[in-house]
Protein backbone atom coordinates (compact mmCIF):
# COMPACT_ATOMS: atom_id res chain seq x y z
CA UNK A 1 0.00 0.00 0.00
CA UNK A 2 1.31 3.51 -0.92
CA UNK A 3 2.10 5.91 2.38
CA UNK A 4 -0.05 8.63 1.75
CA UNK A 5 1.35 10.67 5.27
CA UNK A 6 4.76 9.60 6.38
CA UNK A 7 5.66 10.85 10.03
CA UNK A 8 9.56 10.94 9.88
CA UNK A 9 10.94 10.86 13.67
CA UNK A 10 9.25 14.25 14.83
CA UNK A 11 9.53 16.05 18.14
CA UNK A 12 8.06 18.93 19.60
CA UNK A 13 8.66 20.71 22.55
CA UNK A 14 6.93 23.66 24.13
CA UNK A 15 8.17 26.26 26.22
CA UNK A 16 5.89 26.77 30.12
CA UNK A 17 4.52 29.79 31.43
CA UNK A 18 4.26 29.93 35.11
CA UNK A 19 0.52 29.93 34.66
CA UNK A 20 0.95 26.44 32.69
CA UNK A 21 2.87 25.12 34.62
CA UNK A 22 0.35 25.33 37.53
CA UNK A 23 -1.85 23.83 35.13
CA UNK A 24 0.53 20.90 34.73
CA UNK A 25 1.44 20.73 38.23
CA UNK A 26 5.32 20.90 37.68
CA UNK A 27 8.43 23.11 37.74
CA UNK A 28 9.98 21.80 34.34
CA UNK A 29 10.25 24.86 32.00
CA UNK A 30 9.72 22.81 29.10
CA UNK A 31 7.35 20.22 28.22
CA UNK A 32 8.19 17.50 25.47
CA UNK A 33 4.66 17.08 23.82
CA UNK A 34 6.04 14.36 21.51
CA UNK A 35 9.16 12.80 21.15
CA UNK A 36 10.39 11.11 17.82
CA UNK A 37 7.37 10.07 16.40
CA UNK A 38 7.53 7.64 13.19
CA UNK A 39 4.22 6.06 11.56
CA UNK A 40 2.35 5.97 7.86
CA UNK A 41 -1.07 5.99 7.51
CA UNK A 42 -1.80 4.72 3.65
CA UNK A 43 -4.15 5.63 0.77
CA UNK A 44 -7.50 5.12 1.31
CA UNK A 45 -7.54 3.93 5.20
CA UNK A 46 -8.59 5.61 8.25
CA UNK A 47 -5.69 5.89 11.10
CA UNK A 48 -6.77 6.11 14.28
CA UNK A 49 -4.44 7.63 16.98
CA UNK A 50 -5.84 6.32 19.96
CA UNK A 51 -4.24 8.11 24.03
CA UNK A 52 -5.37 9.90 26.71
CA UNK A 53 -5.27 13.55 26.78
CA UNK A 54 -1.84 15.09 26.73
CA UNK A 55 -0.46 12.31 25.04
CA UNK A 56 0.88 14.43 21.88
CA UNK A 57 -2.46 13.84 19.63
CA UNK A 58 -3.12 17.07 18.87
CA UNK A 59 0.19 18.32 18.47
CA UNK A 60 1.02 15.61 15.74
CA UNK A 61 -1.87 16.56 14.27
CA UNK A 62 -1.29 20.24 13.82
CA UNK A 63 2.22 19.43 12.37
CA UNK A 64 0.40 17.30 9.92
CA UNK A 65 -1.73 19.88 9.05
CA UNK A 66 1.25 22.52 9.17
CA UNK A 67 -0.22 24.93 11.81
CA UNK A 68 2.95 23.86 13.99
CA UNK A 69 6.85 22.73 12.49
CA UNK A 70 8.37 19.89 14.67
CA UNK A 71 11.09 20.92 16.28
CA UNK A 72 13.05 17.63 14.73
CA UNK A 73 12.05 15.21 11.84
CA UNK A 74 9.44 15.71 9.39
CA UNK A 75 6.35 14.97 7.42
CA UNK A 76 5.27 13.74 3.61
CA UNK A 77 1.81 14.21 2.71
CA UNK A 78 1.35 12.72 -0.53
CA UNK A 79 5.11 13.24 -1.20
CA UNK A 80 5.71 16.89 -0.16
CA UNK A 81 7.34 18.40 2.79
CA UNK A 82 5.70 20.24 5.96
CA UNK A 83 8.65 21.86 6.20
CA UNK A 84 9.76 22.40 2.83
CA UNK A 85 6.41 23.04 1.04
CA UNK A 86 3.82 23.73 3.27
CA UNK A 87 1.69 25.12 0.59
CA UNK A 88 1.12 21.79 -1.41
CA UNK A 89 0.65 19.88 1.99
CA UNK A 90 -2.74 22.35 2.75
CA UNK A 91 -3.87 22.35 -0.89
CA UNK A 92 -4.40 18.57 -0.40
CA UNK A 93 -5.47 18.10 3.71
CA UNK A 94 -9.31 19.38 5.46
CA UNK A 95 -8.04 19.69 8.60
CA UNK A 96 -10.75 20.22 11.98
CA UNK A 97 -10.52 20.41 15.71
CA UNK A 98 -12.84 21.05 18.25
CA UNK A 99 -10.97 24.53 18.91
CA UNK A 100 -11.78 25.89 15.27
CA UNK A 101 -13.31 29.19 15.95
CA UNK A 102 -15.87 30.11 13.34
CA UNK A 103 -17.12 33.79 13.79
CA UNK A 104 -19.98 34.32 14.97
CA UNK A 105 -21.64 37.23 13.35
CA UNK A 106 -21.37 35.45 9.72
CA UNK A 107 -23.22 32.71 8.32
CA UNK A 108 -22.24 29.64 7.14
CA UNK A 109 -23.11 30.63 3.89
CA UNK A 110 -20.86 33.02 3.96
CA UNK A 111 -17.95 31.21 5.43
CA UNK A 112 -18.32 28.89 3.27
CA UNK A 113 -17.90 30.73 -0.19
CA UNK A 114 -15.26 32.91 1.49
CA UNK A 115 -13.06 29.59 2.31
CA UNK A 116 -13.90 27.87 -1.04
CA UNK A 117 -12.44 30.88 -2.51
CA UNK A 118 -9.31 31.11 -0.35
CA UNK A 119 -8.81 27.71 -2.50
CA UNK A 120 -9.19 29.09 -5.66
CA UNK A 121 -12.60 27.11 -6.58
CA UNK A 122 -14.05 28.49 -9.08
CA UNK A 123 -18.54 29.73 -8.56
CA UNK A 124 -19.62 26.69 -10.36
CA UNK A 125 -17.46 24.15 -8.27
CA UNK A 126 -18.64 26.27 -5.17
CA UNK A 127 -22.14 25.35 -5.53
CA UNK A 128 -21.76 22.03 -6.32
CA UNK A 129 -19.60 21.58 -3.08
CA UNK A 130 -22.22 23.36 -1.31
CA UNK A 131 -24.85 21.37 -2.12
CA UNK A 132 -23.52 18.09 -1.42
CA UNK A 133 -22.35 19.56 1.56
CA UNK A 134 -24.97 21.38 3.15
CA UNK A 135 -27.35 18.57 1.97
CA UNK A 136 -25.16 15.88 3.81
CA UNK A 137 -24.94 17.39 6.94
CA UNK A 138 -28.38 19.18 6.98
CA UNK A 139 -27.11 22.62 6.80
CA UNK A 140 -29.41 24.53 4.62
CA UNK A 141 -32.48 25.73 6.91
CA UNK A 142 -29.79 27.00 8.86
CA UNK A 143 -27.38 28.58 5.89
CA UNK A 144 -28.34 32.37 6.44
CA UNK A 145 -28.24 31.63 10.67
CA UNK A 146 -25.71 33.58 11.94
CA UNK A 147 -22.75 31.15 13.65
CA UNK A 148 -23.30 32.99 17.13
CA UNK A 149 -27.09 31.60 17.19
CA UNK A 150 -26.09 27.93 16.14
CA UNK A 151 -26.33 25.23 18.22
CA UNK A 152 -22.79 23.41 19.05
CA UNK A 153 -23.39 20.51 16.51
CA UNK A 154 -24.50 22.51 14.40
CA UNK A 155 -21.41 24.62 14.55
CA UNK A 156 -19.61 21.53 14.07
CA UNK A 157 -21.18 20.31 10.95
CA UNK A 158 -20.69 23.80 9.33
CA UNK A 159 -17.17 23.34 10.86
CA UNK A 160 -16.83 19.90 9.04
CA UNK A 161 -18.10 21.35 5.56
CA UNK A 162 -15.95 24.00 5.53
CA UNK A 163 -12.92 21.80 5.90
CA UNK A 164 -13.91 19.83 3.22
CA UNK A 165 -15.19 22.63 1.14
CA UNK A 166 -12.37 21.98 -1.34
CA UNK A 167 -12.48 18.13 -1.71
CA UNK A 168 -8.89 17.14 0.03
CA UNK A 169 -7.24 13.81 -0.44
CA UNK A 170 -6.22 13.85 3.31
CA UNK A 171 -8.68 14.17 5.75
CA UNK A 172 -7.41 14.90 9.72
CA UNK A 173 -10.16 15.21 12.14
CA UNK A 174 -8.66 16.12 16.23
CA UNK A 175 -11.38 14.47 18.00
CA UNK A 176 -14.03 14.65 15.40
CA UNK A 177 -17.08 13.29 17.75
CA UNK A 178 -15.81 15.27 20.50
CA UNK A 179 -19.10 17.17 22.69
CA UNK A 180 -21.59 16.29 19.96
CA UNK A 181 -24.55 14.74 20.25
CA UNK A 182 -25.57 10.69 19.80
CA UNK A 183 -27.05 11.94 16.15
CA UNK A 184 -24.59 14.12 14.89
CA UNK A 185 -22.23 12.14 16.36
CA UNK A 186 -23.80 9.16 14.17
CA UNK A 187 -23.50 11.55 10.68
CA UNK A 188 -20.33 12.52 11.01
CA UNK A 189 -18.72 8.75 11.45
CA UNK A 190 -21.05 7.60 8.46
CA UNK A 191 -19.36 10.44 6.63
CA UNK A 192 -15.93 9.15 7.40
CA UNK A 193 -17.19 5.67 5.94
CA UNK A 194 -18.12 7.22 2.96
CA UNK A 195 -15.46 9.22 2.62
CA UNK A 196 -13.13 6.25 2.96
CA UNK A 197 -15.02 4.44 0.25
CA UNK A 198 -14.11 7.17 -2.19
CA UNK A 199 -10.60 6.65 -1.85
CA UNK A 200 -9.84 9.18 0.79
CA UNK A 201 -7.25 9.05 3.36
CA UNK A 202 -8.04 9.86 7.35
CA UNK A 203 -6.19 10.55 10.74
CA UNK A 204 -8.36 10.98 13.24
CA UNK A 205 -7.33 11.59 17.16
CA UNK A 206 -9.43 10.02 19.80
CA UNK A 207 -9.68 8.62 23.45
CA UNK A 208 -12.64 6.60 22.39
CA UNK A 209 -12.24 3.38 22.35
CA UNK A 210 -15.72 2.39 19.86
CA UNK A 211 -14.58 4.79 17.58
CA UNK A 212 -11.59 3.14 16.98
CA UNK A 213 -13.09 0.08 17.35
CA UNK A 214 -16.32 0.66 14.42
CA UNK A 215 -14.25 3.04 11.80
CA UNK A 216 -10.78 2.17 11.76
CA UNK A 217 -8.76 0.30 9.54
CA UNK A 218 -5.71 0.63 11.73
CA UNK A 219 -4.82 2.04 15.55
CA UNK A 220 -1.72 3.72 16.81
CA UNK A 221 -1.62 3.73 20.49
CA UNK A 222 0.63 6.95 21.82
CA UNK A 223 1.12 7.55 25.11
CA UNK A 224 3.57 10.42 26.45
CA UNK A 225 4.38 11.27 23.06
CA UNK A 226 5.83 8.49 21.77
CA UNK A 227 3.99 5.84 19.61
CA UNK A 228 4.21 2.91 21.98
CA UNK A 229 2.15 0.47 19.99
CA UNK A 230 0.50 -0.09 16.05
CA UNK A 231 -1.36 -2.49 14.58
CA UNK A 232 -4.51 -3.20 12.11
CA UNK A 233 -7.94 -4.02 13.59
CA UNK A 234 -8.74 -6.90 11.93
CA UNK A 235 -5.29 -8.49 13.31
CA UNK A 236 -6.61 -6.57 16.71
CA UNK A 237 -9.98 -8.38 16.29
CA UNK A 238 -8.71 -12.04 15.39
CA UNK A 239 -6.98 -12.01 18.80
CA UNK A 240 -10.10 -11.64 20.28
CA UNK A 241 -8.65 -8.58 22.87
CA UNK A 242 -11.09 -5.74 24.06
CA UNK A 243 -9.30 -2.57 22.83
CA UNK A 244 -9.69 -0.85 26.00
CA UNK A 245 -8.31 -3.46 28.04
CA UNK A 246 -5.04 -3.61 25.90
CA UNK A 247 -4.72 -0.06 25.70
CA UNK A 248 -5.17 0.11 30.31
CA UNK A 249 -2.67 -2.74 30.53
CA UNK A 250 -0.13 -0.91 27.94
CA UNK A 251 -0.59 2.16 29.60
CA UNK A 252 -0.43 0.61 32.92
CA UNK A 253 3.24 -0.72 31.82
CA UNK A 254 4.86 2.67 30.50
CA UNK A 255 3.39 3.88 33.71
CA UNK A 256 5.60 1.35 35.74
CA UNK A 257 8.53 1.90 33.41
CA UNK A 258 8.58 5.85 34.15
CA UNK A 259 8.49 4.92 37.88
Not at 53 to 60: S, Y
Not at 221 to 227: P, R, S, V
Amino acid sequence: MKPIISVESISKTFHLSKKQQKIENTHEKKKVAVNHLSFECYEGEIYGLLGPNGAGKTTTLRCISTLIKPDEGNILVDSFSVKNDPTNVRKRIGFLTSDLKLEDFFTPNYLFTYFAKLHGLSDERIEARRQLLFTKFGIHDFAEVKVGDLSSGMRQKVGIAISLVHDPMVIVFDEPTNGLDVITAKVVTDYLLNLKKEGKTIILSTHIFSLVEKICDRVGIIIDGKLVHTESMDDFRSKQLSLEDFFFDLYSKEQEVKS
